[in-house]
C-alpha cells in the first residue's frame, strides 16, 4: 500500500476504509429459476463472472463462469434447458458492507474464492467484492496476498488429485 508522502487524512482514509467503499453496486442477480443460457448472456452483457442467484428477493446462492463449465458444459442440445438452481453454488461466503478489506481478502484466501456477494446487516444483498476490486481500489499487495493463498491451496488440491 504506497502511504509514504500521503497525508494523514489520506492514510487515515486508506486505514478506514470499509467494504463498502469499494465494491461493485449493484449486484448482478438473476432467478434461480433462469436457464443457463440466460445466465451465460447476462454475464456477457454485464462483463461480469459471477451473478448472485435470487428466490424472491432472498439470496440462494451464486453462479459464477466456472459453474458454467465445469458443472454444465456437456455440448448437449437437452442442456440448454438447465435452470441455473440446478447448477449454482448454494454454499454463499457472504460478507457484510461494515467490515473491513482486510477481513474480506482473508475470507477470500481461506475459502479459495475470488468475489464475495456484500450484504447489509439485515442480510439484504448490496453489491460484489472481487479480489479485482481490492487490487484496483484499495490494495494491489493485500489482493495478491488473497490470491496467492486461493492458488496455493487449489495447486495442493490439484496435486492430490494427480497422485491419487
Given amino acids: 500500500m504506497p502511504l509514504s508522502g500521503a497525508s494523514s487524512g489520506v492514510v487515515s482514509r486508506v486505514i478506514d476504509m470499509k467494504i463498502a467503499d469499494i465494491i461493485r453496486q449493484p449486484a448482478v442477480t438473476i432467478p434461480v429459476s433462469a436457464s443457463i443460457a440466460t445466465a451465460a448472456q447476462m454475464m456477457r452483457e454485464w462483463n461480469v463472472g459471477i451473478l448472485t442467484v435470487l428466490d424472491h428477493d432472498r439470496l440462494v446462492g451464486v453462479i459464477t463462469d466456472r459453474d458454467i463449465v465445469v458443472r454444465f458444459v456437456t455440448g ?20 457484510f458492507d461494515s467490515q473491513t478489506i482486510e477481513d474480506a481478502a482473508a475470507a477470500m484466501g481461506d475459502h479459495q474464492v475470488r468475489r464475495l456477494p456484500v450484504c447489509d446487516e439485515a442480510k439484504r444483498l448490496l453489491g460484489v467484492l472481487s479480489v479485482d476490486r481490492i487490487a484496483e481500489e484499495y490494495s494491489e499487495h493485500l489482493a495478491g496476498e488473497a490470491l496467492g493463498e486461493i492458488v496455493e491451496k487449489r495447486g495442493v488440491q490439484v496435486t492430490k488429485d494427480l497422485h491419487r
Fill in 76 to 95: 448437449d442440445e437437452a442442456a440448454m434447458h438447465v435452470r441455473v438452481g440446478d447448477v449454482m453454488s448454494p454454499k454463499v461466503l457472504t460478507c
